[in-house]
């Protein structure tokens, strides 16, 4: 049966909520891996330009577009013109990717905060996070059964996100106002806590200066533009989804840029606490910073960790926050990309939200448990990889597209114009029509070379076939085969 839309129950509520969403552990545990791998202050530059080139445009995008259909993401691009609705499909694919590992680091900072109570990993976090937490095999071909612990923590992370959502969108309002800013305030006190290290400040120098000879590696581009959609929840249907329970006459466009300025704000702040963590850990180790440690997605787990170790004073206090900050800030990014597939599976068949909603936690679940195995963080690895260089790129190029000349971008731009407190521009159509779809494009060919030459971090091809490129395959025939059984619906 046909149900009223809901909607939020105050503007804030919404905002905050697509704050929640953006603001997850792509800030705290992907943005400074990813920064202090491509050498720290020359990270910014691009990623700053990618930001306003690409992130703020699609972001009012996404608003402008979500809140004047109602609808989640496919029956948006449906109603752009029948034939694009598969985009909204994959897009919706996407995200219930990205949900299953997601929710499989968040099953990590569970087992963490467990241990941080007894600052288990010692001396020696290395050891303690390959070995125990995650008991890691010798490559992605060797699965070694589940990890009980990490399972546990996955089944948690889904009943949280279940009971926080079931109820619907006025309930996630409410939330929201206390796991978004949460988080925000504990990443003060480490950003506080990390200024005052012996060490900081070479830490900070490695993070704030610029590089201008990395400006030339197009990888380097790439990553940050990736960052940027990973980061501000682009391309996913998320902030689509989020901006149909909008009422029409509430602004878009500001709001937009208060989410993405919030989002990297956050980032940038919580790059602060991170590195000037690593300085200390330097003066610790007496090495300089950029050899401070490996990079990679360990950087939460082993060298924050370490730093706790070596904390003055109050360790196990440090510890049992900084988990405590990873998941509740992951927490609302992981519900909002329920919200999307969600919204997407139940405004397609009228479905009853809370069932669908039911449904979509249990696959997720299962989905996740992959991510359990002793394998687990070699597959995470890969499937992170190529969903965020191939899928998520390809997505945003297809969007603007569409958007841009296939829809009457001035009306969309009338639409969102009409309520919102900041009026865009010609600008905003010259960087959907031209700029983002243009240098997406090329990084994504060069990129695509690149890869085709080497093997990613040396993985076995068969795994990065099955992980990467199948994967992203699916994605994409997936949201076809989609389009094509709703549309034996025959009721629109
Ligand atoms: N933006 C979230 C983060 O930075 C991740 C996310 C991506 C959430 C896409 C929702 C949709 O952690």
Redesign the pocket.
């Known amino acids: 049966m046909a149900e009223t839309r809901e909607y939020w129950n105050s503007r804030a509520g919404f905002i905050v909520a697509a704050i929640g969403?953006?603001?997850?552990?792509?800030?705290v545990?992907?943005?400074p891996y990813v920064c202090y791998k491509y050498g720290g202050g020359a990270f910014l530059i691009p990623y700053f330009i990618a930001l306003v080139t690409t992130g703020i445009p699609l972001m009012i995008l996404e608003y402008g577009i979500g809140q004047m259909v109602a609808k989640g993401a496919p029956q948006v691009f449906h109603s752009i013109r029948k034939h694009f609705e598969w985009l909204g499909w994959t897009a919706v694919l996407l995200?219930g990717v990205?949900?299953f590992y997601?929710s499989a680091v968040m099953a990590w900072c569970f087992d963490y905060l467990y241990h941080a109570v007894s600052l288990a990993w010692g001396d020696d976090a290395q050891t303690f996070f390959f070995q125990k937490s995650l008991q890691i095999t010798n490559g992605p071909g060797e699965l070694g059964g589940i990890v009980w612990p990490i399972f546990l923590g996955l089944l948690l992370t889904w009943i949280s996100i279940f009971l926080i959502i079931y109820k619907g969108v006025k309930a996630v309002g409410k939330v929201v106002m206390i796991t978004v800013p949460l988080p925000v305030l504990i990443l003060g006190i480490f950003v506080l806590r990390g200024v005052t290290l012996p060490g900081a400040a070479d830490g900070l120098a490695y993070y704030l200066t610029p590089d201008f000879k990395a400006l030339l590696d197009p990888e380097v581009w790439l990553a940050a533009y990736s960052q940027i959609?990973?980061?501000?929840?682009?391309?996913?249907g998320?902030?689509i989804a989020y901006a149909s329970y909008l009422p029409r006459n509430k602004d878009t466009a500001n709001s937009a840029f208060i989410t993405s300025f919030a989002?990297c704000g956050t980032s940038f702040f919580a790059g602060f606490a991170v590195f000037s963590a690593l300085g200390f850990l330097a003066h610790v180790k007496g090495v300089s910073v950029d050899k401070v440690i490996a990079d990679g997605p360990g950087l939460a787990f082993i060298t924050y960790p370490t730093i706790i170790s070596n904390l003055p004073f109050w360790s196990i206090g440090f510890g049992v926050l900084f988990f405590l900050m990873l998941l509740t800030?992951?927490i609302d990014?992981?519900f909002?990309?329920v919200e999307?597939i969600v919204a997407g599976v139940a405004d397609e068949w009228h479905l009853n939200k809370a069932r669908v909603t039911t449904a979509v936690c249990v696959v997720g679940f299962a989905g996740g448990i992959i991510f359990t195995t002793g394998a687990g963080l070699y597959w995470l690895d890969i499937v992170d990889h190529f969903i965020l260089q191939f899928g998520l790129p390809v997505i945003g190029i297809v969007e603007c597209i569409f958007v841009g000349y296939f829809f009457d971008s001035k009306r969309l731009r009338t639409h969102i114009n009409m309520h919102s407190e900041i009026k865009i521009g010609l600008w905003w159509d010259i960087c959907i029509k031209y700029v983002t779809p243009i240098l997406l494009g090329v990084m994504f060919l060069k990129n695509l070379y690149e890869s085709m030459k080497t093997p990613y971090e040396g993985y076995p091809q068969w795994a990065l076939f099955v992980g990467g490129w199948l994967v992203v395959i699916i994605i994409f025939i997936g949201g076809v085969v989609l389009m094509k059984l709703s549309k034996t619906e025959g009721d629109r």
């Open positions: 969403s953006a603001v997850g552990l792509g800030n545990w992907r943005f995200s990205v949900v997601y959609f990973f980061s501000l929840s682009l391309a996913f998320v902030l989002n800030l992951g990014s992981a909002s990309l999307g």
